[in-house]
């Protein structure tokens, strides 16, 4: 089950970038793979909010991949 709170989708960014401050700036940013979307507007539906919680799933798994990069 998928939670729609908006601080769910930032609790969840924040952990993911290791910043409040660059969470809160991806939540707001338009993105490609969300139609355009910012990733909040996304999050205001089931559909969206999976999709939401899978792009952060792939950002950190990137992550994890490139040595000497910031968690």
Do not use: S, Y
């Amino acid at each position: 089950m998928h939670r729609h709170d908006p601080r769910w989708i930032r609790e969840l960014a924040t952990r993911v970038f290791g910043d409040a401050a660059q969470a809160e700036a991806w939540i707001e940013r338009p993105n490609v793979q969300l139609g355009g979307r910012t990733p909040r507007e996304a999050a205001a539906t089931a559909d969206g909010a999976r999709r939401v919680e899978e792009l952060l799933a792939q950002i950190d798994d990137e992550r994890l991949r490139e040595p000497g990069k910031p968690r």
